[in-house]
């Protein structure tokens, strides 16, 4: 695709429930990555992926948080048992390599509300 | 750990220069990148500096000093589309992209 594209858009959940957002990295992007944006504050860094491998997760707030990217590109980020608290845009970013010395380029990003 | 410090708002005038200042303290250093992000949008790259000194970009500069751990991202004769959130972000090579929770400009008329 042309850029990195996100779904849903918009998520409402109720506490306890389970959620899964999608990324679509642009083809033939080596890495992506994961982060979970406050209103009002930077990017936090949740995840990064190289290919299919998971070479960091020391982002992941709790063990309700999950990422996989079985096959190197579309990725899934899930949070089991939503809590208020996770209420927040959670972004997806890809690059072409394998370190970010080069842009990197962001999905428009998934608004998540759990009431 | 990493820390990376910027401002949390700032406010300047149409046509005017500003300089926002982010300081850094890494495990590791590959890189330092700006991204400009208007309220409600994605991120979008301005600019990367792994070597010290100035880079020139238009109407936008980023100068590094890797000693000091220090950047700045140089915005020239301001235009009101300049308004957004600016945000510094590092490649400790230990966690790649890592940002700051960057600096808020409201330009002015």
């Known amino acids: 695709g042309a850029g990195v594209s996100q779904s849903p858009r918009y998520k409402v959940a109720k506490r306890g429930q389970d959620v899964a957002l999608r990324c679509d990295p642009i083809s033939g992007h080596v890495s992506l990555f994961w982060y979970q944006q406050a209103l009002g504050q930077g990017p936090e860094f949740l995840t990064y992926f190289q290919n299919e491998a998971q070479l960091d997760k020391s982002g992941l707030p709790s063990d309700r948080f999950f990422a996989e990217r079985p096959e190197g590109s579309v990725s899934t980020l899930k949070i089991q048992r939503t809590q208020q608290e996770d209420s927040a845009v959670y972004l997806c970013?890809?690059?072409?390599?394998?370190?970010?010395?080069?842009?990197?380029?962001f999905g428009q990003g998934t608004r998540l509300t759990v009431v | 750990g990493q820390n990376i410090d910027q401002p949390t708002e700032m406010t300047a005038t149409e046509g005017a220069i500003v300089q926002i200042n982010c300081t850094y303290q890494?495990?590791?250093?590959?890189?330092l990148f700006w991204y400009q992000q208007h309220a409600g949008e994605a991120p979008t790259f301005l600019s990367y500096n792994v070597l010290d000194g100035l880079e020139e970009k238009g109407r936008f500069s980023s100068f590094l000093s890797r000693s000091k751990g220090y950047s700045y991202l140089l915005l020239k004769e301001l235009q009101m589309k300049d308004s957004a959130s600016y945000l510094c972000a590092v490649n400790s090579g230990n966690t790649p992209l890592v940002f700051g929770k960057g600096t808020r400009l409201s330009v002015i008329a």
């Open positions: 970013a890809s690059l072409l390599g394998g370190s970010p010395n080069t842009e990197a380029f």
């Open positions: 890494t495990s590791g250093f590959n890189g």
